[in-house]
């Protein structure tokens, strides 16, 4: 597979191992898609494809091509102005506020491989997996501004990742208005519209809807990808499911305000547009200058969401996420937080890390409160020195306990935070994001750092660089517990203020592009109050995120759910916290919580010393058996049972197999029991038909063909809950199925 070329007709044919993407240069010297879907076969040209047909009460392109009519164009990487009424890609405004640009063709470049993008997370192909990136150059001759669309295929992965670059090559300074990262036109509306939308301690559940007439999008203008709306949408028809169907995965490389929008016409051709969110941005191009749009990611596939989570989830694990930890095992953890919030001495914290040590744990991990004299969430965020009263023999000193433990050991940080009471404001209150005149709004008490300027993330990387090095640290969770107001920066021109939230994101990039590099064996884990910059941008860096600040097993059943399809579970941090549960009061199995947590990032977020001696023996269990099935937990091909978005939300079930499908481990969740219900059946996926499997150790042999068409008979719940202090409510069962040797 690879990139075509039709050199006559300048036609591109972009071609995975099962989908092509093909555009060509149109009458008019722009660019128009041709179609994206299931792979067809390599031709010069498809006439029939690029058929035109005039339309009555519709601008046309010259006299002499009445039937070129921008409105009724497929068209790559759309403008406003010229007959197209939808909504652009990109718009530019010259000095003399006309809008209306003309980017006409100009020349190709193919190369194998892919570069990294400076100064933004990207995508790369580091390891020779037959990537071909190819650069279309377009300029507009007017305004010496030349477009490069960026397109390189992961033929194996079945992925395409977009980018547009402006270069101001004229004498006049233009301003860039909003530009997409990737534009498809699709010839029909016959989709449902699904995203990952909810709110703090509900992230991510699915919702889907199918298209109309208008514009339906998702977005954040809180200079965070947000809670609220995840930058990953698939658009699929009205009868695909996780098992069969066809649909397009959408997602963008980026964490800081995003939109993603769909426009159905009056034709019913539907336009998607991904990319940085227009509102609340500009970029000044003086002349020299250029901009670098985010890469989005476009997937497709004719075989159902779980092939296409699969198929998006491995291009990351291959060439997005840092390769020194994409394919690592990642260690279980015991992490202070809802134990302890900020009130903890070294005594304590002793005692969790050796009870932690003793139930086969192996890092501890140090959350808010540890440093300043933080011990409430009213000061110090900046101020990245030790608290010394709760250190008194030095934090050196603790951390050497700790990693002579045989324990890894990770710290919380909030980089770009700041507060009022901290002696980071009293030295650089202008450090400050405020617009003038205006009083900052607080969030949890704090504010927001200009991530802007520079002398601010040196300051950051030297005061963090200085702490890893004294703990010899192995793990870093960086949080961003609040959004962004006043969005203004003191040191920028009024001119230059809509650039504010993407230098910050940028400032952002760049204090982790330094951290990563200088210390290379640091783990990242990133979080924003839980999962609100769940994103590809931060997973660059950080290969996994805190999904959620909800430790619910039941709520974090819905969270996983819904994230799964977007990211794969290595990128989910799971733990087991205490119940009656911190956000939602609900009282729910250790059994149960750890069935959830197992399918991610594994740890304890809990009291581990005030534990029962038969608890303890519990999470000792469970944490030698989540080790021993590790590989398959955190990398195994997941697949999604039973939806509990799609029916009535009572009962979901998940499954991750080995590659060589030899082994399998599935989880059955039920919500709340049910009186008299017929007998039921789990439907097994991914195994191979024909190879023989037992179930959790039983004598009794299956063929892979019959845990799949058939099912398995999951017998009642009820009747195992008699006799013990277990509800029968929020249980849970694992099956772990291994080929018979
Ligand atoms: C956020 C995180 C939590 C914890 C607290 C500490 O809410 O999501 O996990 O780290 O901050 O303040």
Known sequence: MAIRIE???????????????????MENGELGQIYYGKRVHSKPSYDNLVTREWHNAAAVWRLDHKDVQPQV??????????GDFRYPAY??????????????????????????????????????????????ALRDKLLGLVMHLNYTIFPHQ???????????????KLRLNSAASAQLDLPDADYDFIQFSGAWARERHMIRTHLRSGV????????????????????????????????????????????DQVQVDQYDASRVLVGINPEEFAWNLKPGDKFQTPEAVLSYTDAGMNQLSQQMGAFYQDHLVNPRFAHEQRPTLINNWEATFMDFDEDKLLSFATTAKKLGLEMFVLDDGWFGHRNNDDSSLGNWFVNEPKFPSGFGTFTQKIHDLGLKFGLWFEPEMISIDSELYKQHPDWLI?????????????????MTRSEVVDYLFDAMSKIIEMTKLDYIKWDMNRNITETYSSQLSADDQLEVPHRYILGVYQLYDRLVKAYPDVLFESCSSGGGRFDLGMMYYAPQAWTSDDTDAVERMLIQFGTSYGYPQTM??????????????????????????????????????????????????????????RQLFQFGKFYRIDNPFANGGNVMSWEVVSDDQKHAIAARYQILNRPNTGYIRLYLKGLDPDTKYTVNG?????????LMNAGLFVSDILHETHGTDQSADFNSKLFVIDAVK
Not at 7 to 25: A, E, G, K, V
Not at 75 to 82: H, I, P, R, T, V
Not at 599 to 605: A, C, P
């Open 7 to 25: 050199d006559q007709n300048l036609l591109f044919h972009l071609q995975t191992d099962h989908t092509s993407y093909i555009f060509h240069m």
């Open 73 to 82: 164009l497929k068209q790559e990487y759309a403008s406003l102005g010229k």
């Open 91 to 136: 718009q530019v405004a010259q000095a003399n506020g006309s809008r209306i640009t003309e980017f006409k063709y100009e020349s190709y470049e193919l190369v194998d491989g892919k570069q990294r993008l400076a100064g933004l997370p990207s995508a790369f192909d580091d390891t020779d997996d037959d990537a071909q990136t190819l650069t279309i």
């Open 158 to 172: 079945d992925v395409i990742v977009r980018s547009a670059e402006f270069q101001n090559q004229g004498n006049e």
């Open 216 to 259: 339906q999008s998702v977005g954040s203008l809180r200079g965070t990808s947000s809670h609220q709306q995840n930058p990953f949408v698939m658009l699929a028809r009205p009868n695909t499911d996780d098992a069969q169907g066809s649909v397009f995965g959408f997602n963008l490389i980026y964490s800081g305000n995003f939109s």
């Open 434 to 450: 405020n617009a003038p005149g205006r009083h900052a709004s607080p969030e949890r008490q704090q504010f927001v750092l200009d």
């Open 572 to 629: 989910m941090g799971a733990h087991v916290s205490a119940v009656p549960n911190d956000q939602v009061g609900r009282i729910t199995s250790l059994k149960t919580r750890a069935n959830v947590a197992y399918f991610g990032d594994f740890g304890y977020e809990l009291d581990i010393t005030k534990m029962s001696p038969e608890e303890q023996q519990q999470v000792k269990e469970q944490t030698a058996f989540y080790k021993e099935h």
């Open 698 to 706: 039983g004598s009794e042999q299956f063929y892979g063909d019959e």
